[in-house]
């Protein structure tokens, strides 16, 4: 187990929404606020060492919320881009890992992540979220790890770390992920 007082909660926040098309995806309401602000709520009882956000173009002010923002001058670099400015942040932290979540994951639970920093049993652990079928996030990376997030590029972020890494299973619509308006109307017709 790794304790949430060494870990570093890494929010990407900072996708560039092309499938959701104009506007602020993560400022949409869902349920009465943002669909970004779903996942801080669920999170905000975990004692994480310190918690960042990876940021650009929301007007989402997860600083308000607790968070330290570091904006991702370049998203349209891809997902490693902004998994590489989390890395950073924990290691100038000296955390012991990081869980990297998505802000545009609004049913994912605290248990769940709970769950994750439970399985990590070494400093090379890889402990990724699944529906029982595809890992996916979110996902938590031990410090081993770091060095190889740090070489990542595009959007392949740490997806070959997560396949051969440990699978906690969730219920498919706690890992909802919205990335187009029919994904959010899925959503709300579960509700």
Not at 162 to 189: C, K, N
């Amino acid at each position: 187990m790794i304790a949430a007082e060494r870990t570093l909660l890494v929010l990407l926040a900072a996708g560039q929404s092309r499938r959701f098309g104009d506007g602020d995806k993560l400022a949409v309401d869902f349920l009465g606020q943002p669909l970004a602000l779903h996942v801080v709520t669920a999170l905000a009882g975990v004692p994480f060492l310190q918690r960042v956000a990876i940021v650009s173009g929301t007007r989402i002010d997860f600083a308000s919320h607790g968070y330290g923002e570091i904006v991702n001058p370049a998203p349209e670099t891809g997902l490693s881009g902004s998994v590489r400015l989390g890395i950073a942040a924990a290691q100038a932290l000296g955390a012991s890992a990081v869980l990297i979540a998505l802000a545009d994951m609004p049913r994912v639970t605290a248990a769940h992540f709970r769950r994750l920093l439970d399985a990590a049993d070494s400093v090379d652990a890889v402990i990724a979220s699944s529906d029982g079928r595809h890992p996916s996030p979110p996902a938590l990376f031990a410090a081993g790890c770091f060095d190889a997030l740090l070489r990542a590029e595009g959007d392949e972020g740490g997806r070959a770390l997560i396949r051969a890494g440990q699978h906690v299973v969730a219920s498919p619509e706690e890992l909802i992920d919205i990335d187009t308006p029919e994904d959010l109307e899925h959503l709300r017709a579960l509700v």
